[in-house]
């Protein structure tokens, strides 16, 4: 009986010690060298994004630096409030060459009881030579546009050709641009010669 009591324990201890034999504890695995350095970011040639943003850029608008002392005109735009609610594009078109200068004029506002009006803007162009004047609205240039023509009052305008001025170096002339009606070179005809109606306006006195 003794010797059962002595050998129960031992075997157990023995067979304890053979199922944990060989057992070792699990972690996370330690970075090599190799893996930190496969994990760094690619190199890249320092004129990639020079050589890669490069693209050609390309204006229906020549510029509008020109030599030469230019002609100053003052354009007023009317939409039918008694300025221009509106921000829109100003365009003076030479109607021979077709060389186009433009401004842009931002939508203004007076009082509250008033609709926003901008005030009419300077604008210099290559002088001497003969341009028609027109205003393309920034936010639908397609459908809203005006024309400077004969027709002074909004509500009285019937589509009338386009008035020619001409410019001298050194003077300044005034333009209302007013008909919703007139037909206007389009936009991918700037910077080519006018072939839209257009009559060229009886002494063109600064």
Same mark, same amino acid.
């Given at each position: 009986?003794?010797?059962?009591?002595?050998?129960?324990? =031992?075997?157990?201890?023995?067979?304890?010690?053979?199922?944990?034999?060989?057992?070792?504890?699990?972690?996370?695995?330690?970075?090599?060298?190799?893996? &930190?350095?496969?994990?760094? #970011?690619?190199?890249?040639?320092?004129?990639?994004?020079? %050589? !890669?943003?490069?693209? +050609?850029?390309?204006?229906?608008?020549? *510029? #509008? %630096?020109?030599?030469?002392? +230019?002609?100053?005109?003052?354009? &007023?735009?009317?939409?039918?409030?008694?300025?221009?609610?509106?921000?829109?594009?100003?365009?003076?078109?030479?109607?021979?060459?077709?060389?186009?200068?433009?401004?842009? /004029?931002? &939508?203004?506002?007076?009082?509250? @009881? =008033?609709?926003?009006? *901008? +005030?009419?803007?300077? /604008? !210099?162009?290559? !002088? @001497?030579?003969?341009?028609?004047?027109? !205003?393309?609205? *920034?936010?639908?240039? /397609?459908d809203y546009h005006y024309g400077y023509t004969e027709c002074s009052v909004p509500t009285d305008c019937v589509g009338s050709p386009l008035l020619a001025l001409d410019v =001298?170096?050194?003077?300044?002339? %005034?333009?209302?641009?007013?008909?919703?009606?007139?037909?206007?070179?389009?936009?991918?005809?700037?910077?080519?010669?006018?072939?839209?109606?257009?009559?060229?306006?009886?002494?063109?006195? #600064?």
């Amino acid at each position: 009986m003794k010797k059962i009591i002595v050998i129960v324990p =031992l075997m157990g201890f023995l067979a304890f010690a053979a199922c944990t034999q060989g057992t070792e504890p699990t972690g996370l695995p330690i970075p090599t060298p190799l893996a &930190a350095e496969e994990t760094k #970011p690619p190199t890249f040639d320092p004129n990639h994004f020079l %050589t !890669a943003t490069l693209v +050609p850029f390309y204006t229906q608008v020549p *510029s #509008p %630096t020109f030599v030469g002392e +230019p002609a100053t005109v003052n354009i &007023a735009l009317n939409m039918g409030s008694g300025g221009a609610g509106f921000s829109a594009n100003l365009y003076a078109q030479e109607v021979y060459t077709g060389r186009t200068v433009g401004i842009f /004029m931002s &939508a203004g506002m007076h009082t509250a @009881p =008033l609709l926003p009006t *901008s +005030p009419p803007l300077d /604008m !210099a162009v290559p !002088a @001497p030579g003969t341009y028609v004047f027109y !205003a393309r609205l *920034s936010n639908d240039p /397609m459908d809203y546009h005006y024309g400077y023509t004969e027709c002074s009052v909004p509500t009285d305008c019937v589509g009338s050709p386009l008035l020619a001025l001409d410019v =001298l170096p050194g003077k300044h002339y %005034t333009v209302l641009i007013v008909d919703r009606k007139a037909l206007l070179p389009g936009i991918d005809e700037r910077g080519l010669p006018v072939t839209v109606p257009w009559v060229k306006l009886v002494e063109s006195t #600064p």
